[in-house]
């Protein structure tokens, strides 16, 4: 079934965050060689982008590599840092074609000079293209994100260009990643665990959370949709009461 066959909700969540989990086990369960869960979890991802931006989704975020997988064994690691490179390459057509901007967030130092100018580059590539914005999270973790923009307050504080007694939450959610994208509405994770694994700690705060055991490279768009049309469904109080909440929806 193409991706446009696919009914979307009419309410739709403005930044679906994606934690693709699975790959692993998806290659033992089918008896693939080594690896080749995560080259299968990498195909998986291109119809997803599609339905996504087709169906009118702002920001899609993917966690590919996290801060804590570089503790994985170094022929792991080695080979997702090649399927990262050959990911980027290969979603450029498809970035050109559907005018996707094409982003990356997490702790570029530790990542090779040859990755990070491959990022840097498909980055400049599609910074006009507005159509939607895929994300890509590499060597990421929530931690230290919120660690890293504590870390732009207290150089602003130390410059004497602000008082640490005026830091509020607000200003701290300038400086943490993706601060200029809406805050992740929906947050999804394949394979069968029910956590977030310290995936956008600050930015998911109210996301509406689907878990499903679904192994990665298995997940299709008819799955997201199934998501998204219970996430229409529920009600989202950020702290108010039904009562609030139904009144303001019946002002509008």
């Known amino acids: 079934m193409s991706t446009s066959a696919v009914t979307a909700p009419n309410i739709?969540?403005?930044?679906?965050?994606?934690?693709?989990?699975?790959?692993?086990?998806?290659?033992?369960?089918?008896?693939?060689?080594?690896?080749?869960?995560?080259?299968?979890?990498?195909?998986?991802?291109?119809?997803?982008?599609?339905?996504?931006?087709?169906?009118?989704?702002?920001v899609l975020t993917v966690f590919a590599f996290s801060s804590e997988n570089w503790q994985r064994p170094p022929s792991e690691v080695a080979l997702l840092m090649q399927l990262l490179a050959s990911t980027i390459d290969e979603q450029m057509p498809r970035m050109k074609k559907y005018c996707i901007r094409l982003r990356f967030i997490g702790d570029r130092s530790q990542l090779s000079e040859e990755l990070q100018a491959l990022m840097a580059d498909a980055e400049a590539e599609t910074a006009s293209f507005d159509a939607m914005t895929l994300v890509i999270a590499i060597s990421y973790g929530g931690q230290w994100d919120i660690a890293h923009a504590a870390k732009q307050l207290a150089k602003q504080v130390q410059a004497g260009e602000l008082r640490a007694e005026d830091i509020s939450a607000e200003m701290l959610g300038e400086q943490v990643q993706l601060a200029d994208a809406p805050a992740v509405d929906m947050l999804v994770r394949t394979g069968g665990d029910y956590r977030i694994s310290n995936f956008l700690l600050w930015q998911a705060a109210y996301a509406e959370l689907f878990f499903t055991p679904t192994l990665w490279p298995d997940f299709v768009p008819e799955e997201l949709a199934s998501m998204m049309a219970k996430f229409a469904q529920r009600q989202r109080r950020f702290g108010k009461t039904s009562e609030q909440v139904g009144i303001e929806q019946h002002s509008r």
């Open 12 to 58: 739709l969540p403005r930044h679906i965050a994606i934690i693709m989990d699975g790959n692993n086990r998806y290659g033992k369960a089918n008896n693939l060689g080594k690896g080749q869960g995560h080259i299968a979890g990498k195909t998986a991802l291109d119809p997803i982008v599609e339905y996504c931006v087709e169906t009118g989704i702002e």
